[in-house]
T-cell receptor, first 112, second 110 residues
Framework: NAGVTQTPKFQVLKTGQSMTLQCAQDMNHNSMYWYRQDPGMGLRLIYYSASEGTTDKGEVPNGYNVSRLNKREFSLRLESAAPSQTSVYFC???????????FGDGTRLSIL | GEDVEQSLFLSVREGDSSVINCTYTDSSSTYLYWYKQEPGAGLQLLTYIFSNMDMKQDQRLTVLLNKKDKHLSLRIADTQTGDSAIYFC??????????FGKGTSLLVTP
């Protein structure tokens, strides 16, 4: 049972490059989320999708866009990467708003 | 968002009990969660408690919630070296986001 799958696991970009982080879940969950994790900061919500066809901003949305492609997939795009976006990115999903969120293994992104 | 506070580091000897503490400030929190993160891995849901409960026990894990003091704790009985990891407390209010603490690094020594 795969759960939440994120690709790629690692990526190095140059400043100004664009990139899309992919996330897919096989639990038939309605809601999906993107977080970033920085040292000493815990996790902060970037964007979320409460259900297929909807997306909303979280705490730190600037510099990112998202697409809820279908119920399974939720992608995060960096249009013009900046060094401040160097982080570990986690995708999560939950069945309903009040159900526990299940996390993928993360994408470690470095921007030079 | 509201702050979730955790101590940064805890060291215990193998076989002892570990207690990781967390305080939160949002009185509208509906659920509170404990996640475990091993090096280079994602967050693994350990357990969670609904805000109208005082205690929840799941094998070696005991969660205590003091809603009046907004204090949450996770007790791990008979701590093993495999329990060494970062433990995150998170609160859930009426919205969609989880509000995470900065994590407590647990080191279990033989």
């Amino acid at each position: 049972n795969a759960g939440v799958t994120q690709t790629p696991k690692f990526q190095v970009l140059k400043t100004g490059q664009s990139m899309t982080l992919q996330c897919a879940q096989d639990m038939n969950h309605n809601s999906m989320y993107w977080y970033r994790q920085d040292p000493g900061m815990g996790l902060r919500l970037i964007y979320y999708s409460a259900s297929e066809g909807t997306t909303d901003k979280g705490e730190v949305p600037n510099g990112y866009n998202v697409s809820r492609l279908n119920k399974r997939e939720f992608s995060l795009r960096l249009e013009s990467a900046a060094p401040s976006q160097t982080s570990v990115y986690f995708c999560a999903s939950s069945d309903l708003r009040d159900q526990p969120q299940h996390f993928g293994d993360g994408t470690r992104l470095s921007i030079l | 968002g509201e702050d979730v506070e955790q101590s940064l580091f805890l060291s215990v000897r193998e076989g002892d009990s570990s207690v990781i503490n967390c305080t939160y400030t949002d009185s509208s929190s509906t659920y509170l969660y404990w996640y475990k993160q091993e090096p280079g891995a994602g967050l693994q849901l350990l357990t969670y408690i609904f805000s109208n409960m005082d205690m929840k026990q799941d094998q070696r894990l005991t969660v205590l919630l003091n809603k009046k003091d907004k204090h949450l704790s996770l007790r791990i009985a008979d701590t093993q070296t495999g329990d060494s990891a970062i433990y995150f407390c998170a609160e859930k209010n009426s919205g969609y986001a989880l509000n995470f603490g900065k994590g407590t690094s647990l080191l279990v020594t033989p």
